[in-house]
């Protein structure tokens, strides 16, 4: 009989422990670190077009395309990946799964069906066919981006630099992890035709798994005085993951690894990317533990008005702008001097970036190098896009926080490293793909973080989700003009005159194929100059926010965060 108290109370002493794991669980669930890493592995998928140059070369061959339609359908691609307005519109009016869902959908869609084709499984599309499914399967990573960098940086406002250059670093990163992948699971010997369904799948896949957890954070977000270090932190995982690929990429061409050592190199690979985890759940303890509460409740400031002016609508004083870094309407920011420059730095910038991507694989092999050395040329410019993102959000805001050194005068220098590494490809020797793939790669992404952040600081969050998607606007145009029009000819007319030296003609061959130093001497010499161009159109944006910039541009956010740390006390 004197058991029976003690009995009950171990009962309730068990339940409890069962109580305060599931309210720790649940903290962890909903908050914005674990929110954070969720983010990460959504982005670490969302880089499938950085792959276009491994794929790309089994497209040409199946299908008997030229280079010019080759470079067609890289410019759907291109367009595809940069046409974000409707997804920015979309996320508008709807809640960030919303986006994850479509994306997921969309992603699969596209690439099956290109799939499909390049395996001969449903009937040789035409080419306008291969376009739309280019077009909308590399349209998916609008989706994917909008919803996860628009709703991290207002869940971050005060960092935003940083954690668009850890997003979007981790996307860097994706076409040589998609690499890892691709040789673990299905192998060195296999076609990159495997390649096409991988990449299908899986980031659907991801994107389904975390459609609930990527959510703005509702009520006041109070920024930590450790914040900065445990973003550091992240970069420190996400460095040595980069280096670890980038050592796995020089081993595995000096040495024949088997199936195994692909697996275990995926495994690392693996284990690298779920390390965030635990930052994010020893982030959120200490938070708990710092409070002395199981649950931290979320504190929620309203104001209430007696009287409701109307927002004007979006077409109402579109040249009566705000200050820069108050919320500009779409139509004020799409309309105004500094988006129009921003407009001929993506043109001039991402528009030669995308081209020289595209054109990566066909440069290799013009140039002689084997199939093997091809796929290192994309992961290089992959991992390197990763250091440059890594290196713009970073670097660019320690800059601006102690020198206010402006980020369009980083972009200015971004875009003319890019010269070089177009100039390295227009007069080649020994390895110099090697290096203008590093240089690319990193100039490449750099410029994506920088545009994101200085579209968020010119423009306000408010119609953040619509404006970053327009400010890419310029490159698919870029593509186009710099791909299609200009690049694609002047291969397709230097392969025409190899065959006429050997005393063939065009339709004694299938496909045209161009061999030598001069198949992208011309059109690369092109792209340096409208690179150099864009990066001379940037220095008009730097004096013109030399003042903004030589301000306090997050005081805002800084007066609203001391507010709200006094509402809490």
Known sequence: MNDTPIMSEDRSNGNSRVTRTYSTAVQVLQGRWFSLFASFLVMA???????????SKDIKNTLGYDQTTLNLIGFFKDLGANIGVISGLIAEVTP??????????????????????VTH????????QMCMYMCIAANAQNFENTGVL???IRNFPENRGVVLGLLKGFTGLSGAIFAQVYLAVYGVDS???DLILLIAWLPAVVSVLFVYTIREIKGVKLTQSNEIKV??????????????????????????FTRVGYAGSLSVVCFLLFVPLFISIKQELEIMKKTNQEVI?????KVETLEHDEEPSCFDNITNKPKRGEDYSILQALLSTDMMILYIATFCGLGTSFTAVDNLGQIGESLGYPRKSISTFVSLLSIWNYFGRIFSGFVSEHLLHKYKFPRPLMMTLVLFLSCIGHILIASPFSGSVYIASIIIGFSFGAQLPLLFAIVSELFGLKHFTTLFNCAQLGSPLGSYVLNVKITGPMYDREAIKVLKSSGLDR?????????????????????????????LATLVLVARTRDFYGGDIYSKFKEQNMEAKAEVS
């Open 150 to 152: 628009v709703t991290t």
């Open 191 to 193: 076609d990159s035709k």
């Open 45 to 55: 998928a969302a880089g499938a077009t950085y792959l276009f140059g491994i794929y």
């Open 96 to 117: 960030t799964w919303c986006l994850l869902l479509i994306g997921a959908v969309v992603n699969f869609t596209g690439y099956f069906m290109m799939w499909l084709s």
């Open 121 to 128: 499984r449903i009937p040789e599309p035409r080419i306008w």
């Open 231 to 256: 973003f550091y932190n992240f970069l420190f995982v996400s460095i040595v993951l980069g280096l670890f690929i980038m050592a796995m990429i020089i081993a595995q061409k000096m040495v024949n």
């Open 507 to 535: 339709s004694s061959v299938k496909e045209l194929v161009c061999i030598g130093k001069q198949c992208y001497r011309q059109s690369f010499m092109v792209l340096a100059g409208a690179c150099c161009f864009g990066a």
């Open 297 to 301: 409740p979320v504190c929620e400031v």
